[in-house]
């Protein structure tokens, strides 16, 4: 890195535009953290990209002082997949919603994620739309009772983390907004991935759906209602109290004073996709709701599977002419 690039510090990355968001709104902490990250990543500013679709999310292209774009609704992975594939030196983030994202860019998330491009994507998920005040969405919960829906919700709600998991996308995890520390963990562990990272962010909507992920958040609840999960240390939460095995494939809670010691206990392993995908289903309230990288593998990127291809393509057939392609073979003389 540059001396240049050493001197980076947040201000350098927060731009001159007044942040809409509602007071209080969990986007806040999101970006900050985002702008204390980067400093750290070794990016060149020219070099980073955020691009979203639409909804409240997706208005922090423009407090990012970096490239960027405000896309169409649920087409920013199409977007930012054409742009990392025409300059694959680029660190692209894509930045949406659980309604931009699952709704209308459900297929393009998971067609994204399977390929393998290069690039991160982070879905703000508050359980709700708010950017057009407060009608359910593909993570409201069955029965919510909204604007949209005043008998409450009959969908079943799409689960963010498993959906990821069945694209067979490389790397999963689950972080929250008002946990700084570890958001900013997160961050930097899915900007070092080679290949797609899809994050779900717990995002507090305190306007239309305040206090969803309160369990999770609140300071005297959240050892007994999360899981953090830790490379190759046993499942313990509660204080230390608790932990989880494995009954064949199905997760037991157990109480650490009551004859069980941490040997008995399931070993995070995130290169394990069996138990990533059972994480990704520990939504009975027994059980804590896990927080950190779920998933994780290598495996070759769409971009570097296309760059192969082309190279191959020139040995064959010699390096292409643009010029002599939009002139074509013929000409034609009009009187």
């Not at 990209?49 to 208005?59: A, D, E, L």
């Not at 961050?187 to 994050?199: K, P």
């Not at 037991?252 to 990704?280: Q, R």
Request: glycine share 8%.
């Amino acid at each position: 890195m540059s001396s240049a690039e050493n001197s980076y510090t947040a201000k350098d990355f927060s731009s001159d535009q007044e942040v809409k968001w509602c007071p209080g709104c969990g986007d806040y902490s999101i970006l900050k953290q985002m702008q204390t990250v980067v400093p750290t990543l070794g990016i060149k500013k020219e070099d980073l990209v955020f691009i979203s679709g639409i909804g409240c999310s997706s208005r922090f292209p423009y407090y990012m002082n970096t490239y960027g774009m405000h896309s169409i609704h649920g087409r920013a992975p199409a977007v930012a997949t054409g742009l990392k594939l025409t300059n694959p030196n680029l660190s692209v983030w894509v930045i949406t919603g659980d309604g931009d994202g699952l709704s209308i860019g459900g297929n393009h998330l998971i067609h994204l994620l399977r390929r393998n491009v290069d690039l991160n994507v982070l879905l703000f998920n508050n359980e709700i739309y708010g950017l057009t005040k407060g009608q359910y969405s593909p993570t409201s919960e069955f029965g919510k009772y909204t604007k949209s829906s005043p008998l409450g919700s009959l969908d079943h709600p799409f689960n963010p983390l498993a959906l990821a998991l069945g694209a067979d996308a490389t790397f999963v995890a689950r972080t929250l907004d008002r946990d700084p520390q570890h958001l900013r963990h997160i961050l930097e562990q899915s900007h070092q991935h080679q290949g797609s990272s899809f994050v779900e962010v717990y995002q507090n909507c305190n306007v239309f759906n305040d206090g969803t992920f309160e369990a999770f958040t609140d300071k005297k609840q959240r050892p007994y209602t999360t899981l953090d999960l830790k490379e190759g240390e046993p499942l313990i939460f509660a204080k230390g109290e608790k932990g989880i095995r494995l009954n064949g494939l199905k997760p037991e809670v157990v109480e650490l004073s009551e004859g069980f010691s941490p040997n008995d206990l399931w070993v995070h392993d995130s290169s394990d996709a069996t138990k990533a995908y059972i994480l990704s289903r520990f939504f009975d309230e027994s059980l804590p709701r896990p927080l950190g990288i779920l998933y994780q593998e290598k495996r070759f990127t769409y971009d570097e599977a296309l760059q192969n291809q082309m190279d191959k393509a020139h040995e064959i057939l010699g390096a292409p002419d643009l010029d002599q392609l939009l002139r074509g073979k013929n000409s034609w003389t009009v009187a």
